[in-house]
């Protein structure tokens, strides 16, 4: 069975660069998604389309993906980005969609 | 702004059955992909399913085939997610959020609600 592979934790200093890779054998022929999960809160999407960032998301939150593995990056880390990130894709059928296991990147 | 509603927590016993709502507001409910996710106590996300409110078709993770039924009432732009026996291990946050598609006509979770604890115990 397919699946999408996350260090399950990330930790920086305030103002340094988080990067959060996603892993998955599809990655090269589909995209990647990526939420972000506040504690007690619901998620948010910070990052579809591998790179594209929703309006609203902070600037410092990117995306890219070479090959099998997809990259969340945050520049300048805030205290304020303490929290779960999701990556989120499908097999190369298309037809089985799924989370990573999750990251937990701590700010501090 | 597009808005999902949940229902409220509940708590229930092994055996019974239990349906959840999400109500959308401000958007074309008809026209947009709704889904569930589940997310156990101190765990990831989970893919559970979704549905087409325009003509009810519904695609289930093989996961969770079988273990519940996703529906929805167009007419009152609700989705729904039930049970027919909970077990302990349904005991979970569930989350309906609508789904956007993108140039690849993938589709993705965009607008979440705020969730719905649902908690089996005897």
């Known amino acids: 069975s397919y699946e999408l592979t996350q260090p399950p934790s990330v930790s920086v200093s305030p103002g340094q660069t988080a990067r959060i890779t996603c892993s998955g054998d599809?990655?090269?022929?589909?995209?990647a998604y990526w939420y972000q999960q506040k504690s007690g809160q619901a998620p948010v999407l910070v990052i579809y389309?591998?790179?594209k960032r929703p309006s609203g998301i902070p600037e410092r939150f990117s995306g890219s993906s070479s090959g099998t593995m997809a990259t969340l990056t945050i520049s300048g880390a805030q205290v304020e980005d303490d929290a779960d990130y999701y990556c989120?894709?499908?097999?190369?059928?298309?037809?089985?969609?799924?989370f990573g296991g999750g990251t937990k990147l701590t700010v501090l | 702004e597009v808005q999902l509603v949940q229902s409220g927590a509940e708590v229930k016993k092994p055996g019974e059955s239990l349906k959840i709502s999400c109500k959308g507001s401000?958007?074309?409910?008809?026209?947009?992909?709704i889904g569930w996710v589940r997310q156990m106590p101190g765990k990831g996300l989970e893919w559970m399913g979704i549905?087409?409110?325009?003509?009810?078709?519904?695609r289930y993770s093989p996961s969770f085939q079988g273990q519940v039924t996703i529906s929805a009432d167009k007419s009152i732009s609700t989705a729904y997610l039930q049970w027919s026996s909970l077990k302990a291990s349904d005991t979970a946050m569930y989350y309906c959020?609508?789904?956007?598609?993108?140039?690849?006509?993938?589709?993705?979770?965009?607008?979440w609600g705020q969730g719905t604890l649902v908690t089996v115990s005897s």
């Open positions: 959020a609508s789904l956007s598609r993108g140039i690849a006509k993938e589709y993705y979770f965009d607008y």
């Open positions: 401000a958007y074309s409910f008809t026209s947009y992909w």
């Open positions: 549905i087409y409110p325009g003509d009810s078709d519904t």
């Open positions: 599809a990655l090269p022929k589909k995209y």
């Open positions: 389309e591998d790179s």
């Open positions: 989120y894709s499908t097999d190369s059928s298309g037809n089985l969609w799924m």
